[in-house]
């Protein structure tokens, strides 16, 4: 029940773009216009203000920071060894690199873990994303550019670093935790509201351009062909985070919040990065439309094997 009201949302958002496409309002040219103006201005804006809020502590946990940053360079060496196994194309490879660690931490961790932890869960996932935000984009973006690249060369890191060079996502981020940590603790009041409702754009229109790409009358061939980046994505992605914490313990509630984010299905914005860094975009459609529904399983059961206590 918990798994089916987080996902409803989400999944009733994407079918009004997927109607908007079918009665003509959105058009093919148009998806890919809406994909530019998220990656290079809803989602920097987003980014920049959240990290901006909670830059200055950065570095207070370094338990959290070493074991999610180690599971950060793991999964997706992890998920590049098992997706040469059955994917030929580096394309999409690539997208099985970049959902391997890319979860819906914004958009569905949030409320999720809200919903199973209450305001313990809100404060523990808060440090979450103070401690790990740039790590998080640094580290998946540099193994997706190296993995379109087609493997680590000399060549492919020069790409690499070229491509994070100008990577909007990564940049906004980097710049909005060292304006926090320069000492500016906010923004003049219009800038701070206009990025507020720059970035409040980003998920709804995100989600209604994913919505107006997928084939839904090819439910079942989604499925057959994503469900290996699917359990990669909700299962063995915040195993290793788990195991991660091993050496390097943490508080329980943290631990709970840190791993049932990371059990979110592949992130909307996985979709616009692929589109706009030349990956199979419409195959991380797939594992994104694939791995919401599945998450209405898979979100109940890290809550049980987590043994979070639900609050009400």
């Known amino acids: 029940m918990h798994g089916i009201k987080i996902v409803a949302p989400l999944v009733l958002v994407m079918a009004a773009g997927w ?5 003509g309002l959105i058009r093919e040219e148009s998806i890919s216009q809406l994909n530019d103006l998220l990656y290079w201005i809803g989602l920097p804006a987003l980014l920049f203000r959240s990290t901006l809020s909670v830059g200055k502590d950065a570095f207070s946990s370094p338990n959290l920071f070493l074991a999610v940053h180690l599971s950060f360079i793991l999964t997706p060496a ?15 490879r690539a997208v099985s690199v970049l959902v391997s660690v890319r979860s819906n931490n914004v958009y569905m961790g949030i409320p999720a873990v809200t ?21 998080y984009h640094l580290i998946t973006l540099t193994w997706a550019q190296v993995a379109v690249s087609g493997g680590i060369s000399r060549d492919s890191l020069k790409k690499t670093v070229f ?31 206009a990025l507020k409702i720059t970035g409040g754009m980003a998920s ?17 061939e989604v499925i057959s062909r994503t469900w290996a980046d699917v359990l990669v994505r909700l299962f063995l992605s915040p195993a290793i985070v788990w195991l991660a914490f091993l050496p390097w313990p943490v508080e329980r509630s943290v631990l709970q919040a840190v791993v049932l984010v990371c059990a979110m299905p592949a992130a909307v914005n996985n979709f616009v990065i692929a589109d706009s860094l030349g990956m199979d975009a419409e195959y991380a459609a797939k594992v994104i439309v694939a791995s919401t529904l599945f998450s209405v ?16």
Request: aromatic share 6%.
């Open 19 to 23: 109607i908007a496409r079918r009665r």
């Open 78 to 92: 992890v998920a590049w060894l098992l997706a040469s196994l059955y994917h030929k194309d580096p394309r999409r």
């Open 115 to 135: 919903l199973a932890m209450g305001d313990v869960g809100a404060r523990a996932l808060g440090l979450f994303f103070a401690v790990c935000m740039v790590g």
């Open 163 to 193: 491509g994070l060079s100008r990577n909007p996502l990564l940049l906004s981020c980097i710049a909005g935790v060292a304006l926090a940590l320069s000492g500016v603790g906010s923004l003049p009041e219009a800038l701070d509201e």
């Open 204 to 220: 709804g229109v995100a989600l209604i351009a994913l919505g107006a790409s997928l084939k839904v009358e090819h439910l079942f």
């Open 297 to 312: 399983v898979s979100i109940p059961a890290w809550v049980w094997l987590l043994g979070i206590s639900i609050q009400r």
